[in-house]
C-alpha cells in the first residue's frame, strides 16, 4: 500500500472511528433517559396507597343507656346518643329521653251540645251523656291544654264541663263552647309516651377498666341550671352495622381492583422500557465491537504508514 493510500486509508478509519464513538454516546444517553423513566414509573409505584381490607371490630358500636327515678321532671330512660369531657372533668351528654307524661289529646266536633231543661246534654255513636261542671280541676286542664296545643290556646281562667264516654274516658269540653251551643272541642287527659332529646351540659360520669362509660353520679338540669341528684348505672350494649361494614367492603374491592389496574399498568411500561433498554445494549455492544475492530485495523495502518514514511525518507536521505 503506498503512502498516499495508507494516509486516505488511516484518515477514513479515523473518521469512522469517531462517528462510531459519537453513536456510542448517544446510545448512552439513551439508555440513562430509559432508566430515569423506569426510575419514575417505580416512584409512582411506591406511592400507590394500598387498599385495606375493612376490619368488622371497627364496626361495632358501643350505646350507652341509663335510668333516671325518683327526681322531680326528670325520670325516664335515657339513650346517651353522643358525648364529650368538658375542661373542667364534667362530661356533656347529648341524650334521648323516654318517659311518660300527661297529654291532652284534642277532638273537634261541629255540633251535638244540646239545652234541655237548663242541662247541657252530648251525645255521638257511642251513646248520650249528661255534661257536669268542672269546678276543682279547671284551672290544673287549661294548663294541661296549654301544655300541650300552645300557650292561648284556652284562657287561663277557662272553665269546663266534662263527661265519661263509654271506653271510661274523662273528655273536658271548654264552657265557653258549651255554653256557645255551636262547634266545640273535647280534650281527654291521658298519660302518653313520649320521647325527646335532652342535653345535659355537666354530667358526673365514671369508667370501667376497659374504658367504658359505666354510671352517671349526678347532673345539671338545663332547664334550670341547678344539680339534679341522683346515681345510676350505664348499660353498655354493641351493636353491629352490617350496612356500614358491607359498604365498607364494596369500596374497599373497587379500590383494590384500581390498585391492581395501576401496578399492571406501571409494570407494562416497566418492561416496555426494558425491552428498548436490552436493544440499545446490543447496539453498544455491536458498537463495542466495531470499535476494537477499527482501533486494530487503525494501528494495521498506522504502522504501514509509519514504514512508508521511514522508507521513502531513506530514499531521499
Do not use: C, W
Not at 27 to 32: D, F, K, W
Not at 227 to 242: G, K, M, P
Request: aromatic content about 10%; proline content about 2%; cysteine-free.
Amino acid at each position: 500500500m503506498g503512502l498516499a493510500a495508507s494516509q486516505a486509508r488511516f484518515l477514513g478509519i479515523t473518521a469512522r472511528k469517531s462517528n462510531i464513538e459519537y453513536e456510542g454516546q448517544q446510545v448512552n444517553q439513551q439508555r440513562t433517559a430509559l432508566a430515569e423513566e423506569v426510575n419514575s414509573l417505580y416512584n409512582k409505584l411506591l406511592s400507590l396507597e394500598l387498599p385495606v381490607a375493612p376490619d368488622t371490630t371497627d364496626y361495632y358500636e358501643t350505646n350507652y343507656s341509663f335510668e333516671i327515678t325518683n327526681t322531680e321532671g326528670n325520670d325516664g330512660s335515657y339513650i346517651i346518643k353522643s358525648y364529650y369531657q368538658n375542661d373542667d372533668g364534667t362530661y356533656y351528654l347529648n341524650t334521648e329521653r323516654t318517659y311518660n307524661k300527661n297529654v291532652a289529646v284534642g277532638t273537634q266536633y261541629q255540633s251535638g251540645i244540646t239545652l234541655e231543661s237548663d242541662t247541657y246534654k252530648f251525645s255521638d255513636t257511642s251513646g248520650s251523656y249528661t255534661l257536669t261542671a268542672d269546678a276543682q280541676n279547671s284551672a290544673a286542664i287549661a294548663e294541661l291544654i296549654n301544655k300541650t296545643y300552645g300557650d292561648g290556646t284556652v284562657s287561663e281562667d277557662e272553665k269546663f264541663y266534662y263527661y265519661q264516654d263509654s271506653d271510661g274516658l274523662t273528655h273536658y269540653i271548654p264552657a265557653s263552647q258549651v255554653e256557645a251551643l255551636g262547634s266545640f272541642s273535647s280534650y281527654i287527659s291521658t298519660n302518653k309516651e313520649v320521647t325527646e332529646n335532652v342535653a345535659f351540659p355537666s354530667a358526673t360520669v365514671t369508667f370501667d377498666a376497659n374504658n367504658r362509660m359505666s354510671g352517671i353520679t349526678g347532673a345539671v338540669d338545663p332547664a334550670t341550671g341547678e344539680t339534679i341528684s341522683f346515681t345510676s348505672e350505664v348499660d353498655a350494649t354493641r351493636t353491629y352495622d352490617t350496612e356500614g361494614y358491607d359498604a365498607a367492603l364494596r369500596d374497599y374491592t373497587m379500590s383494590r381492583d384500581e390498585y391492581d389496574k395501576m401496578v399492571a399498568d406501571l409494570n407494562a411500561q416497566t418492561e416496555s422500557l426494558q425491552q428498548e433498554d436490552k436493544i440499545l445494549e446490543l447496539r453498544l455492544n455491536q458498537i463495542d465491537t466495531e470499535q476494537n475492530t477499527l482501533q486494530t485495523e487503525l494501528e494495521a495502518v498506522k504502522k504501514v504508514l509509519d514504514e512508508n514514511i521511514e522508507n521513502t525518507f531513506k530514499t531521499f536521505a
